[in-house]
């Protein structure tokens, strides 16, 4: 698996972001089909962790607002293992970001998925969390599975 995500780090690096969302079409597919079922969010974000890889391993396979491939940081491994939500305001002050456990059909954490809202300052932001719950809880209930996401064939 490390020699797998080597060279897809590799493929990354000279060719920019497209080749992991060509690696993982699934994925890609399904970030994007989610944000498009949920017009209140502004973006969809899933970190996955390949079947049999330790979550160190976990990168972003699906997105709709880049980072493609971006290894897991300490935030998103603290989600995972600690399986709680986190919320930010990003830095810009117009989008706030909710990111949660990613749970498969079995109940197993693969990884976060990661969503943002449109916000401005005042907002009551229990409504966004709520609604990120939702989709995230939509994802599991539709079978999201990591083997899945990583199959590299259309």
Do not use: C
């Not at 797998?4 to 890609?28: D, M, Y």
């Not at 049999?52 to 971006?70: C, P, R």
């Amino acid at each position: 698996m490390a020699r797998f995500l080597r060279i897809a780090a590799a493929l990354a690096a000279l060719s920019g972001a497209t080749a992991f969302a060509q690696s993982w079409p699934a994925a890609q597919r399904l970030a994007e089909a989610t944000l498009a079922r949920h017009p209140e969010a502004a973006h969809v974000v899933l970190h996955v962790t390949p079947p049999g890889a330790a979550d160190s391993e976990n990168l972003v396979i699906g997105s709709t607002m880049g980072h493609l491939g971006k290894k897991a940081d300490e935030d998103d491994l603290r989600i995972m293992h600690e399986a709680r939500t986190e919320t930010v305001v990003a830095r810009s002050g117009d989008r706030f970001n909710v990111s949660l456990p990613l749970i498969d059909a079995q109940g197993k954490v693969i990884g976060v998925v990661a969503i943002g809202f449109p916000y401005k300052a005042g907002d009551d932001k229990a409504p966004l969390v709520a609604d990120a719950e939702r989709i995230r809880d939509e994802l599991r209930h539709e079978g999201v599975d990591a083997r899945a996401l990583f199959a590299v064939t259309p």
